[in-house]
């Protein structure tokens, strides 16, 4: 299972939120440069559509990863919670692990290139948050040949990793950590729109003034 949470932030904005999380975190950002393959299963794996991403990290291009993103949490403790708890299933695998999701009968829906920073840290739970700009290719699999989704924006995401032992400990961790980072972006479950955040400007401008400011 995992947390997660998500948000936009302006792409002016994006070096103030760095430093922002560079001092709440106490690590430094490394660069993050993913194509990622959305597949779907194809008749003759069943009537129910099985999705299938596969991440390959441009910046250290073997091993791929192999995400399965299944079904939410449901009822009324899930809509109590703050952030989008669901299962995930996430493996290893060779750059011919491609190869092997076709010949098993999976389609490429569709193709992108995440780019831009990654933190990893722990707060209470091992949270990751990652900014970048998604881009969508022009030809097939051309890492080198793509255009912005969203032209002056970018996607911020917060995801943990959780079981359903203690996944409430888990959302509660990573809802506290986005306190933090309210003056620039909302955070909110996938799915839900909220926008850039009005303070946002004033915010960054003061966290480029004194340069992030303490470690928390």
Not at 73 to 99: C, D, P, T, W
Request: aromatic share 6%; glycine share 8%.
């Amino acid at each position: 299972m995992e947390c997660v949470v998500q948000g936009i932030i302006e792409t002016q904005h994006v070096e103030a939120l760095e430093i922002l999380l560079q001092g709440l975190c106490g690590v430094h950002k490394e660069h993050l440069r993913v194509h990622e393959l959305y597949l779907k299963s194809g008749p003759n794996l069943g009537h129910v559509t099985s999705e299938v991403r596969l991440l390959c990290n441009l910046e250290h291009p073997e091993p791929w990863t192999v995400k399965h993103v299944g079904g939410a949490l449901r009822g009324a403790g899930a809509e109590q919670i703050s952030v989008l708890v669901r299962n995930m299933v996430e493996s290893k695998a060779s750059k011919n692990v491609l190869r092997l999701f076709y010949a098993l009968g999976y389609k490429l829906d569709h193709e992108l290139l995440r780019v831009g920073s990654a933190f990893h840290f722990k707060r209470g739970a091992w949270i990751t948050v990652t900014v970048s700009s998604i881009n969508k290719m022009l030809k097939l699999h051309a890492i080198d040949d793509t255009v912005p989704v969203t032209l002056g924006i970018q996607v911020v995401e917060v995801t943990a990793p959780a079981t359903s032992e203690n996944y409430s400990e888990v959302a509660a961790a990573v809802s506290s950590f986005c306190e933090y980072l309210a003056p620039l972006l909302h955070l909110s479950k996938p799915g839900v729109s909220t926008g850039v955040v009005p303070t946002a400007a004033a915010a960054a401008a003061s966290l480029m003034s004194d340069g992030g400011g303490t470690t928390l």
